[in-house]
């Protein structure tokens, strides 16, 4: 090649490659830039730590929901991109990471912690950053004085657990009531939402227990248990919760257990089948198929691997938190629609998602098989259905099915007048 | 109403004492180690997670309790030979550095049962359902076997050092390793069975513990520090002090739980290690050193 015809390629490269710059400056269609440009959604998550049951389900969760987003075409045909952060289930490292997935991953949005504590932490960083944040953690709060523009939580909250499944609670189950919760924030709420409305409905509580995280042995707790008291309501979980129903059942076999499926999450209820036999959970989606066996919440588990029992597929040991890893997915699921609604392109643009998120309703399908839901605008809250578990012969059973409306309690703050 | 109150005293007087001798016996195994080598083994807690999970996996897969009692406490024994010979020794008379590989070991331990076991709370039948009526409350007859199981073990550890050869060697190397060695007895053997066996123990109480607390990877530290409140209490390196301050702790807690909410209880009996310990900084039973 000589020196003219080098030349010649070079500007003929050159204008060719102008060329190519000015029709995407021009704005026909999406830039090639922007369609190769990834949204990076990161989830905060409790892959160790005393939640780590949460963080493998949630992780899990959203890998498939990427995945699947992948497959099908992106987020406005652009490529989704995961990364996830372990909290360790401790607040001062839960911020940190927060931090980190924003500034070292530059992430888009944020999924997580399952962990309130950390939620509540992480809530004013999504403001100071401007990045839209979708917490997990069901503090009450997290939606109310501790939110802010930027937090939207797709899952429920303790008031409106304890609210749905009340009126089941007085008029099914009795009217005599002793609360026994773990004594930290989660359990006070739950022990004053239920009081407030069980009394409310014309129930009483004759006795509040609260018990210290990590009790063995709840035997001198538990015999202050009045001998009138029909029922318990509880809010513990894990290992408090294993040994707080060994023993209320060593007590007190006949008396009524009803709690939120909290305290069961991840747990092979097989080794307890007599201590937990004819006890009531109030879940947010069945851990068994069966109890809620629709098309989509059937294609959801088979897209993450849980089988019909909750189980990993290929590896029983492995329990899921069916009632809880939902909201990965259709947090995932949501911003992919309020982006595809908007046209956003960028956190430039969050104002205009946030608006289109705000009010935004969920129709029953694959992305939203928990069922139908709407974010209420005001305090960016979901409203959903609700189900109620029996244990029959060591099984969890449906029994029933509470609609989205038993749930819903007046808004306390109203984010849509908060600026950006 | 006075009949009440006696029938409540003498059921927390009885709870106390069952969970008493059961936190002994996990006790027993760190005050050994701290009171022969100058340890303090923070793993302590994660062997017994690790023989807890050890049984959880025995039974579940043989169906045999007894066997789950017998070998997860063996495993660790051993595995406490090479930690001793292998991690600990070199770092001899250097408590600091032992301190942090026992930090690690405990990390290692945590994150194996982890990622083997997952993250969930795993639940080990109880191996006798039954209950009996004593003093107007149901009680779980395993606590009763357990409890028992732990003042023979105790019994049988006591003969041991008080009553053998060997239990001589480990008494003699506690009060000075120098003269001790200089007199034949072959200390560095001493430590690396005295340190298996209080992992040994550790694992059992594990084991025995499994059916009535619940299993996780994280189990181990709720027992460490109460493991620590008693022997430091107790006096370190003091068997004797270990029973004693668990039985109290355990005693004073049921005790004021008649009319305290269960914080204040704790919370009244935790204040009360500290005014021991303001009073005898060496704790009940232990030894004013130079």
């Given at each position: 090649?000589?020196?003219?015809?080098f030349?010649?390629q070079?500007i003929?490269?050159?204008?060719?490659?102008?060329?190519t710059?000015?029709s995407?400056?021009?704005?026909q269609?999406?830039?090639l830039?922007?369609?190769?440009?990834?949204?990076r959604?990161?989830?905060?998550?409790?892959?160790?730590?005393?939640?780590a049951v949460?963080?493998?389900?949630?992780?899990a969760t959203?890998?498939a929901a990427?995945n699947?987003?992948?497959?099908?075409?992106g987020?406005?045909?652009?490529?989704?991109q995961?990364?996830?952060e372990?909290t360790?289930?401790n607040?001062?490292v839960?911020?940190r990471?927060?931090r980190r997935l924003?500034?070292l991953h530059?992430?888009?949005f944020?999924i997580?912690?399952?962990h309130?504590?950390i939620?509540?932490?992480?809530?004013p960083?999504?403001k100071?950053?401007?990045?839209?944040?979708f917490p997990?953690?069901?503090?009450?709060?997290?939606?109310?004085k501790?939110?802010?523009?930027?937090?939207?939580?797709?899952?429920?909250?303790?008031?409106?657990?304890?609210?749905?499944g009340?009126?089941f609670?007085?008029?099914?189950?009795?009217?005599k009531?002793?609360t026994?919760?773990l004594?930290?924030?989660?359990?006070?709420?739950n022990?004053?939402?239920?009081?407030k409305y069980?009394e409310q409905?014309?129930?009483?509580?004759l006795?509040?227990i609260?018990?210290?995280?990590?009790?063995k042995?709840?035997?001198?707790?538990?015999s202050k248990?009045?001998?009138?008291?029909?029922?318990?309501?509880?809010a513990?979980?894990?290992?408090d919760?294993?040994?707080?129903?060994?023993?209320?059942?060593?007590?007190r076999?006949?008396?009524?257990?009803?709690?939120?499926?909290?305290?069961i999450?991840g747990?092979?209820?097989?080794p307890?089948?007599?201590q937990v036999?004819?006890?009531w959970?109030?879940t947010w989606?069945?851990?068994?198929?069966?109890?809620?066996?629709t098309?989509?919440?059937?294609?959801?588990?088979?897209?993450v691997?849980?089988?019909e029992?909750g189980r990993e597929?290929g590896?029983?040991?492995?329990?899921?938190?069916?009632?809880?890893?939902?909201?990965?997915?259709?947090a995932i699921?949501a911003?992919k629609e309020?982006?595809e609604?908007c046209?956003?392109?960028?956190k430039?643009?969050?104002?205009?998602?946030?608006?289109?998120?705000?009010?935004?309703?969920?129709?029953?399908?694959?992305?939203?098989?928990?069922?139908?839901?709407f974010l209420?605008?005001?305090?960016?809250q979901?409203?959903?259905?609700?189900?109620?578990d029996h244990?029959e012969?060591?099984?969890l059973?449906?029994?029933?099915?509470?609609?989205?409306d038993?749930s819903i309690?007046?808004?306390?703050v109203?984010?849509?007048k908060e600026?950006? | 109403?006075v009949?009440?109150?006696?029938?409540k005293?003498a059921f927390s007087l009885l709870?106390?004492?069952?969970?008493?001798?059961?936190v002994s016996?996990i006790?027993?195994?760190?005050t050994?180690?701290f009171?022969?080598?100058?340890?303090?083994n923070?793993?302590?807690?994660?062997?017994?997670?690790f023989?807890a999970?050890?049984?959880w996996?025995?039974?579940?897969y043989?169906g045999?309790y007894?066997?789950?009692y017998?070998?997860?406490p063996?495993?660790i024994?051993l595995?406490?030979?090479f930690?001793?010979?292998e991690?600990?020794?070199?770092?001899e008379?250097r408590?600091e550095y032992?301190v942090?590989?026992?930090?690690?070991i405990?990390?290692?331990l945590?994150?194996?049962?982890?990622a083997?076991?997952?993250?969930?709370?795993?639940?080990?039948?109880?191996?006798?359902?039954?209950s009996?009526?004593?003093?107007?409350?149901?009680?779980?007859?395993?606590?009763l076997?357990?409890?028992?199981?732990s003042?023979?073990?105790?019994?049988?550890?006591?003969?041991?050092?008080y009553?053998?050869?060997?239990?001589?060697?480990?008494?003699?190397?506690?009060?000075?390793k120098?003269?001790?060695?200089t007199?034949g007895i072959p200390v560095?053997?001493v430590?690396m069975?005295?340190?298996a066996?209080g992992?040994?123990?550790?694992?059992?109480?594990?084991?025995?513990?499994a059916?009535?607390?619940?299993?996780s990877?994280?189990?181990?530290f709720?027992v460490?520090?109460l493991?620590?409140?008693v022997v430091?209490?107790?006096?370190?390196?003091s068997l004797?002090?270990a029973?004693?301050?668990?039985l109290l702790?355990?005693?004073l807690e049921n005790v004021l739980?008649?009319?305290l909410?269960p914080?204040?209880s704790r919370l009244f009996?935790?204040?009360?290690m500290?005014?021991?310990?303001?009073k005898?900084?060496?704790?009940?039973?232990?030894?004013?050193?130079e």
């Open positions: 090649m000589n020196r003219r015809s030349l010649k070079v003929f490269l050159g204008a060719a490659g102008f060329l710059y000015l995407g400056c021009l704005g269609k999406p830039s830039e922007l369609q190769e440009k990834p949204i959604i990161g989830q905060l998550t409790e892959l160790t730590g005393g939640l949460y963080g493998y389900s949630n992780d959203a890998k990427v699947l987003i992948n497959e099908t075409g987020i406005a045909g652009r490529p989704v995961y990364v996830v372990d360790a289930t607040p001062t839960g911020i990471k927060m924003i500034e530059k992430v888009d944020i997580g912690s399952q309130s504590g939620a509540i932490g992480c809530n960083l999504a100071e950053f401007k990045t839209l944040h997990l953690g069901e503090a009450t709060s997290i939606t109310e501790d939110g802010n523009r930027y937090v939207f939580r797709i899952n429920n909250n303790v008031r409106e657990q304890v609210k749905a009340i009126k609670a007085v008029e099914e189950l009795a009217k009531w002793v026994v919760v004594d930290y924030s989660w359990g006070w709420s022990e004053e939402e239920f009081k069980a409905a014309g129930a009483k509580v006795l509040s609260r018990t210290p995280i990590g009790t042995d709840y035997l001198p707790y538990l248990i009045p001998e009138e008291a029909e029922a318990v309501f509880f513990n979980w894990f290992s919760f294993i040994n707080f129903i060994r023993d209320l059942h060593t007590l076999p006949d008396i009524i257990k009803y709690g939120p499926v909290c305290c999450e747990v092979n209820l097989e307890l089948a007599d036999e004819d006890a959970f109030l989606l069945p851990r068994n198929l069966e109890g809620y066996d098309e989509f919440h059937r294609m959801f588990r088979e897209k691997g849980i089988d029992e597929i590896d029983p040991s492995k329990i899921y938190t069916v009632s809880h890893c939902w909201a990965v997915w259709e699921f911003i309020a982006i609604q046209g956003w392109e960028s430039e643009d969050n104002p205009e998602l946030i608006q289109a998120l705000e009010g935004m309703e969920f129709k029953e399908s694959l992305s939203h098989p928990q069922g139908d839901k209420r605008a005001e305090d960016h979901a409203f959903m259905q609700h189900f109620v244990v012969n060591g099984k059973v449906t029994k029933k099915i509470i609609s989205i038993e309690y007046p808004a306390q109203d984010y849509t600026g950006f | 109403m009949e009440m109150f006696l029938s005293l709870n106390g004492a069952v969970w008493g001798l059961i016996l006790a027993l195994g760190l050994l180690i009171g022969l080598m100058g340890i303090i923070i793993a302590h807690g994660d062997l017994y997670m023989g999970f050890l049984s996996y025995i039974i579940n043989t045999n007894w066997l789950s017998l070998v997860p063996l495993l024994g595995l406490g030979l930690l001793e010979k991690v600990l020794r070199p770092f008379d408590p032992t942090i590989a026992t930090i690690a405990g990390y290692i945590q994150h194996i049962a982890l083997i076991f997952g993250g969930s709370t795993q639940v080990v039948r109880n191996p006798v359902p039954a009996l009526h004593l003093f107007g409350i149901e009680y779980p007859v395993y606590r076997f357990a409890a028992s199981a003042l023979l073990l105790l019994t049988v550890l006591w003969l041991i050092l009553r053998t050869t060997f239990g001589l060697w480990i008494r003699a190397t506690m009060q000075d120098e003269i001790a060695e007199s560095n053997r430590c069975v005295t340190f066996l992992c040994f123990l550790s694992a059992l109480g594990g084991s025995l513990a059916p009535i607390v619940q299993i990877y994280l189990m181990g709720d460490l520090v493991a620590f409140i430091v209490v107790g006096g370190l390196g004797k002090g029973l004693v301050t668990s702790i355990s005693i739980s008649i009319y909410t914080l204040e009996s935790l204040a009360l500290v005014a021991i310990l303001v005898k900084p060496t704790g009940i039973f232990g030894r004013q050193t």
